[in-house]
């Protein structure tokens, strides 16, 4: 398989993908749907690796992809304070999207892979509760619990296919993404999901815009320190996936920057 094989195939995907959720009518009045490009590509690799003819990488990937980007967008209504009519058109977006998944593998007559998403969809919904509803035990169960969100669905198509290796790769790789986006997100806007709950396990009580700068800095440090962890794990497995994969990889794990030497940077 050449870069150009699957440069061609992720392209031809996020092309059938962008078909079927940028709709003209419910753009007038939602936020554009984001096609998590990095979740694709993977996505793409693994199924790739199994040797599947083109038509099942498709959908496969078509049908996970439209699951993923129905939640996300049902996300977008409790993040964000929007009117009630643009409300009920992302909540119908969403519905809309995860018809479409359905369809796509009704018609495949693929049953056992409609169960796995939907097992995912459920793990997806159940540690977001977790995460952001509930009273985490610790730094690890919190890590864990956003590590699930962003993985499982994607980890759901590793374990149909028994693909071990993808399951852990996926998993490092997209907890390194999430983790990087908060820590971003808290350096520019001062607040996070991630930073608030990491607060709540640090320092019970204080708000985090309360918080001392050694404080902050604390709490930069024990997600920098995940993050590093995570970065020389999927590093070590660059070696296993394919060019084109290998290459996107390495300039997302190339955005992140020690708190300390962006420090020193910046002063």
Same mark, same amino acid.
């Given at each position: 398989?050449?870069?150009?094989?699957?440069?061609?195939?992720?392209?031809?995907?996020?092309?059938?993908?962008?078909?079927?959720?940028?709709?003209?009518?419910?753009?007038?009045?939602?936020?554009?749907?984001?096609?998590?490009?990095?979740?694709?590509?993977?996505?793409?690799?693994?199924?790739?690796?199994?040797?599947?003819?083109?038509?099942?990488?498709?959908?496969?990937?078509?049908?996970?992809?439209?699951?993923?980007?129905?939640?996300?967008?049902?996300?977008?209504?409790?993040?964000?304070?929007?009117?009630?009519?643009?409300?009920?058109?992302?909540?119908?977006?969403?519905?809309?999207?995860?018809?479409?998944?359905?369809?796509?593998?009704?018609?495949?007559?693929?049953?056992?892979?409609?169960?796995?998403?939907?097992?995912?969809?459920?793990?997806?919904? #159940?540690?977001?509760?977790?995460?952001? !509803? =509930?009273?985490?035990?610790? &730094? $690890?169960? +919190?890590?864990?619990?956003?590590? @699930?969100?962003?993985?499982?669905?994607?980890?759901?198509?590793?374990?149909?296919?028994?693909?071990?290796?993808?399951?852990?790769?996926?998993?490092?790789?997209?907890?390194?993404?999430?983790?990087?986006?908060?820590?971003?997100?808290?350096?520019?806007?001062?607040?996070?999901?991630?930073?608030?709950?990491?607060?709540?396990?640090?320092?019970?009580?204080?708000?985090?815009?309360?918080?001392?700068? #050694?404080?902050?800095?604390?709490?930069? !440090? =024990?997600?920098?320190?995940? &993050? $590093?962890? +995570?970065?020389?794990?999927?590093? @070590?497995?660059?070696?296993?996936?394919?060019?084109?994969?290998?290459?996107?990889?390495?300039?997302?794990?190339?955005?992140?920057?020690?708190?300390?030497?962006?420090?020193?940077?910046?002063?």
């Amino acid at each position: 398989m050449t870069v150009h094989d699957i440069r061609q195939k992720f392209t031809t995907i996020k092309e059938q993908v962008e078909k079927r959720v940028f709709d003209s009518y419910l753009l007038e009045f939602i936020e554009t749907p984001k096609i998590d490009e990095e979740k694709l590509l993977v996505l793409v690799s693994l199924l790739e690796s199994l040797e599947l003819s083109f038509n099942q990488i498709q959908n496969y990937t078509m049908s996970t992809m439209l699951i993923q980007i129905a939640l996300d967008t049902h996300d977008y209504i409790s993040s964000e304070t929007i009117d009630e009519k643009k409300r009920q058109l992302t909540v119908l977006a969403g519905d809309y999207f995860s018809g479409l998944y359905y369809q796509i593998l009704a018609e495949a007559e693929d049953i056992n892979m409609i169960k796995a998403l939907s097992a995912g969809v459920k793990e997806v919904n #159940e540690n977001k509760i977790l995460v952001y !509803q =509930t009273d985490l035990d610790g &730094i $690890e169960s +919190l890590m864990s619990g956003i590590r @699930k969100i962003e993985s499982s669905l994607l980890s759901k198509v590793a374990d149909y296919f028994k693909v071990e290796f993808w399951d852990e790769f996926l998993g490092d790789l997209l907890l390194f993404k999430r983790l990087l986006i908060e820590r971003n997100e808290y350096f520019q806007s001062g607040c996070s999901i991630l930073f608030q709950s990491l607060k709540k396990l640090v320092f019970t009580g204080a708000k985090l815009e309360d918080l001392t700068e #050694e404080q902050q800095q604390r709490l930069i !440090q =024990t997600c920098d320190e995940y &993050i $590093e962890r +995570l970065k020389h794990a999927v590093e @070590k497995q660059l070696p296993n996936i394919n060019d084109f994969l290998a290459k996107r990889v390495t300039a997302l794990l190339g955005q992140y920057q020690p708190y300390a030497k962006t420090f020193v940077e910046e002063g």
